[in-house]
């Protein structure tokens, strides 16, 4: 069996959960790969793995409630190689990973964490080892299937935010009283609104 000199990350996308995020930094520990985890001003977190042959940065930007990592490096531990796979395959992650070998080099092309194509590159040509066409077909039926749920949801609160209106207009006359508690959920409404519309 060939042996495997490094795996490049030409490209490796994560999105994850604040408690997404500590599972994250926790699977790269439970694989006894050293790991440090800086929480910047803005609220940022740069996650650094260390191995043998040096430290590898992911920046997680945050924006609202969600941390982003889009980045490459290039890992020579095979330890530290196997982790990144299984966090690639936990946590969703998008990218295309080359595993170099000697005289040749393996392509995976990874989305929401499966493989969905692997090619072998020897010298100037280039061979599909797997292509997984019912992954995309999948993919793009879920997504559809996410945009008519959001639709759906879009409409259900619109029509409970005419009612919560209706109501304020009532208590603004009648029940000055509620007028704190029905602007809150009126709040509330709006903010899902706006997630669900961005």
Not at 107 to 129: A, F, K, N, P
Request: proline share 1%.
């Amino acid at each position: 069996m060939a042996q495997r000199l490094a795996t490049n990350y030409a490209k490796a996308y994560f999105t994850m959960s604040e408690e997404e995020l500590a599972q994250f930094v926790s699977l790269f520990a439970n694989e006894h790969v050293s790991v440090d985890v800086k929480v910047c001003d803005n609220g940022d977190r740069d996650v650094i793995l260390s191995d043998r042959s040096g430290e590898i940065q992911l920046n997680f930007l945050r924006t609202g409630n969600r941390y982003c990592c889009d980045s490459s490096y290039l890992i020579r531990d095979r330890q530290l190689a196997e982790a990144m796979r299984k966090a690639m395959k936990t946590f969703r992650g998008q990218g295309i990973v080359h595993r170099i070998y000697d005289g040749f080099t393996m392509v995976y092309h990874y989305d929401q964490g499966s493989v969905v194509s692997i090619r072998e590159l020897t010298g100037d040509e280039e061979l599909s080892v797997f292509e997984n066409t019912a992954s995309y077909v999948s993919q793009e039926l879920e997504q559809l299937f996410q945009q008519m749920g959001s639709e759906q949801e879009i409409e259900s609160i619109r029509q409970e935010t005419d009612r919560w209106l209706d109501l304020r207009n009532w208590a603004r006359r009648s029940a000055p009283e509620k007028l704190t508690a029905i602007d809150e959920r009126l709040s509330a409404l709006s903010k899902r609104l706006f997630e669900l519309e961005v």
